[in-house]
C-alpha cells in the first residue's frame, strides 16, 4: 500500500477536525449565515465519512491478510510437498525408461503407486486446510472429486 493510501484518511480526518474547530471559532465571534454553517458542517461530514470508509477499508485488508497468511503458509508447504512428491515420479519414470524385466517394472509400479498414494494424502490435508477458510467451496470441490472419481471406476 502506497504512502498516500495510508495518509490520504488521516489527511482528510485532521481536515474535518479543523473544519469543525473553524466553524466552532467563527460562530463564537459572529453569526454564521444558513449557508456558511450547511457548508462547514458539509464538509466536515463529507471528509469525515470518507476518511472513515478509507480506515474501514484499510482496517479490514489488514485483518483479513492477517486471518489468511497463516492458511497461505500451509498452502505453501502442501504445494512444496506435492511439488517435490511430482520430481519423484519424474525421477522414477526416466529410471523406467530402461526396462531391465517385468520384475523391475512391478517395483517402479509400486513406487509409483506409494508416491501417487503419498501426493493424494498431501491433497487432502490442503482440502482440510481450506476448510477453514471456505468451507462451502470445499464441499463441492469434493463432490466434484467423488463424482469423477465414480465416473472413472465405472470407466475403467
Not at 132 to 137: A, F, G, M, S, T
Amino acid at each position: 500500500m502506497g504512502k498516500l493510501e495510508r495518509w490520504f484518511p488521516l489527511l482528510l480526518l485532521l481536515m474535518s477536525f479543523a473544519v469543525s474547530a473553524f466553524a466552532v471559532y467563527i460562530a463564537t465571534q459572529r453569526t454564521l449565515t444558513n449557508l456558511e454553517g450547511a457548508f462547514l458542517q458539509g464538509f466536515a461530514l463529507v471528509a469525515g465519512l470518507v476518511s472513515s470508509f478509507i480506515f474501514g477499508r484499510q482496517s479490514a485488508t489488514d485483518a483479513a491478510r492477517d486471518i489468511i497468511k497463516p492458511h497461505a503458509r500451509s498452502a505453501f508447504r502442501r504445494l512444496m510437498s506435492l511439488y517435490e512428491s511430482l520430481s519423484r515420479v519424474g525421477a522414477e519414470i526416466e529410471n523406467a525408461k530402461t526396462p531391465k524385466g517385468i520384475v523391475d517394472s512391478e517395483i517402479v509400479l509400486a513406487k509409483l503407486e506409494a508416491i501417487v498414494i503419498e501426493q493424494l494424502a498431501t491433497a487432502d490435508h490442503a482440502l482440510e486446510d481450506w476448510s477453514d477458510i471456505v468451507p462451502e467451496d470445499v464441499s463441492e470441490l469434493r463432490a466434484k472429486l467423488e463424482s469423477r472419481k465414480q465416473r472413472g471406476q465405472r470407466n475403467g
